[in-house]
């Protein structure tokens, strides 16, 4: 009977079945909402990493600097936030030390400075790492030239260290994305504190955080795809 | 040129160095002999600041460059260093080996260096490889880019640690060519070296070292064909 099989898919029967589960209503009604924690998510991961970033170039060439203060500083600052969760620092940061500082009235800011903080402590290492993988001879050819170790850094050094640590810098971003799931405790509105507020309504569990997965997912396989593209456009330089 | 005064150096508790004493007069080629570990190449990077000393005292030009006064770039930009492994720089063209430290170091505007960069591409015989990545070079060709390289900062000093031992033979030639008409030309240059017959032909005096201290030193001719020391006869029957 292949008339009665098309009407069975085609017809409003079945949608109208699939229409009946809850969830799924919930999630179709609720999308926007998801999507503009995802959006928010985004914000704080792209700014967190372009400071993270900064803070990790100062901070990996401070842990290579001859300097014993400044060393010292970094290897202080890599160790703590490398040595403690990151949910912990999330609750020290917005409630014990940045309220002695500053006023907020979201807590966008205070997640962006935890998250900067501490993924600027793991791409120090990878910076530093980085930086010793190029040949000591670069360094000492650029010198012999005259080069300060400033000027041999800058034009010979950094910019053959920033292709061996694109790879793990992408890693590093991957993780901050997922990580920035744990300012929801701050109240942040990210996604994750999103699917919690539709739980909490809806108590429509499978669904609601199989949706926010899947929409993690969905960004972390954007970036890793975009990491295997510009690493694939590297290698063929 | 350059004088060297009661060099010591160690690493750790190995002395490399025991009181290296050495004169190289200007336009003078000295070749530097003996065998592995004997501390030739730290002498060269000790004259050069790659390495720090431990006591004694290095004149480059009547400046000691051993006093922490010393502005130890400005010497270095006077001082011409070619290593062993060569060191291009792998992100940089050929061009831009040789360009970029005559422009940020001195400043000099890009036109002009590149002239200059031209030039000693020519004389080093690689006039078509200037747009060429070191990658696309061979060990000769590339040693020949990083000697012109230390030429560009136009050096009144050249040290040369090694610059054909990481080459196939039938590239040694060619390396020890282009070293050979620096010599003619005037050039003070001290070099580290295996090659016994550039030692002989183009140095114009031969320092054997051993075990950290300069074991006779003379002209190639009385270093080759008559030395006086035990250690040089049995270092040059070996070598020879």
């Known amino acids: 009977m292949p008339h009665m099989a098309i009407q069975y898919i085609y017809g409003s029967n079945y949608i109208d079945s699939l229409l009946a589960i809850n969830g799924l209503q919930v999630v179709i ?9 995802a959006l928010l998510t985004l914000q704080i991961t792209i700014l967190s990493v372009v400071f993270g970033m900064l803070l990790g170039l100062i901070t990996g060439l401070f842990k290579l600097s001859k300097n014993r203060i400044l060393f010292t500083i970094a290897t202080a600052y890599i160790d703590f936030f490398r040595g403690t969760p990151l949910y912990v620092q999330i609750l020290l940061l917005y409630f014990g030390i940045l309220p002695l500082f500053m006023n907020f009235d979201n807590p966008f800011i205070p997640a962006v400075i935890a998250i900067s903080l501490n993924c600027g402590a793991y791409i120090a290492e990878i910076v530093r790492a980085g930086i010793q993988a190029v040949d000591r001879g670069q360094m000492e050819a650029a010198r012999s030239l005259g080069m300060t170790t400033r000027q041999a850094m ?8 920033y292709k061996i640590v694109i790879p793990p810098l992408l890693n590093e971003f991957i993780a901050v994305l997922k990580d920035t799931s744990l300012v929801a405790v701050i109240s942040a509105e990210e996604l994750t504190l999103r699917g919690k507020l539709l739980y909490s309504t809806y108590f429509e569990a499978a669904w609601i955080w199989g949706t926010v997965a899947v929409i993690y997912f969905i960004m972390t396989k954007i970036l890793a795809i975009l990491g295997d593209y510009i690493e694939r456009r590297m290698a063929t330089e | 040129m350059i004088q060297v005064n009661n060099l010591h150096k160690s690493f750790g508790t190995l002395e490399v160095l025991k009181g290296i004493n050495c004169r190289i007069a200007p336009r003078e080629v000295v070749c530097v ?8 190449s730290t002498l060269l990077r000790c004259i050069n600041q790659l390495e720090s000393v431990n006591m004694g005292q290095i004149f480059i030009d009547g400046e000691e460059i051993t006093s922490p006064k010393t502005d130890i770039n400005k010497i270095r930009q006077q001082v011409g260093m070619v290593f062993q492994l060569f060191n291009l720089f792998p992100h940089k063209t050929t061009l831009e080996n040789i360009t970029l430290a005559p422009i940020k170091i001195k400043g000099m505007p890009k036109e ?10 020519r004389k080093v015989g690689l006039m078509d490889k200037s747009s060429v990545y070191p990658n696309q070079l061979s060990g000769g060709q590339k040693q020949r880019v990083a000697i012109a390289r230390a030429l560009a900062m136009q050096p009144k000093v050249m040290l040369f640690d090694e ?6 033979p039938e590239m040694v030639g060619e390396v020890l060519e282009v070293m050979k008409d620096l010599a003619h030309e005037g050039m003070t240059m001290m070099v580290v070296t295996h090659e016994m017959g550039f030692a002989r032909e183009v140095g114009h005096r031969v320092l054997f070292m051993d075990e950290g201290v300069i074991m006779e ?3 190639p001719a009385q270093i080759f064909d008559n030395p006086h020391n035990a250690r040089t006869q049995s270092f040059l029957s070996k070598v020879l």
Not at chain 1, 29 to 37: I, M, Q, V, W
Not at chain 1, 154 to 161: C, D, F, K, R
Not at chain 2, 33 to 40: D, E, L, N, Q, Y
Request: proline fraction near 7%.
């Open chain 2, 33 to 40: 002999i003996g065998p592995s570990g004997s501390g030739k």
């Open chain 2, 112 to 121: 002009e260096a590149e002239i200059i960069a031209n030039e000693l591409l």
């Open chain 2, 163 to 168: 610059p054909t031992s990481a080459l196939d």
């Open chain 2, 217 to 219: 030193e003379g002209s």
């Open chain 1, 154 to 161: 800058t034009y010979v050094i950094l910019p053959q260290a």
């Open chain 1, 29 to 37: 009604n609720n999308f926007t909402y998801l999507l503009e924690g």
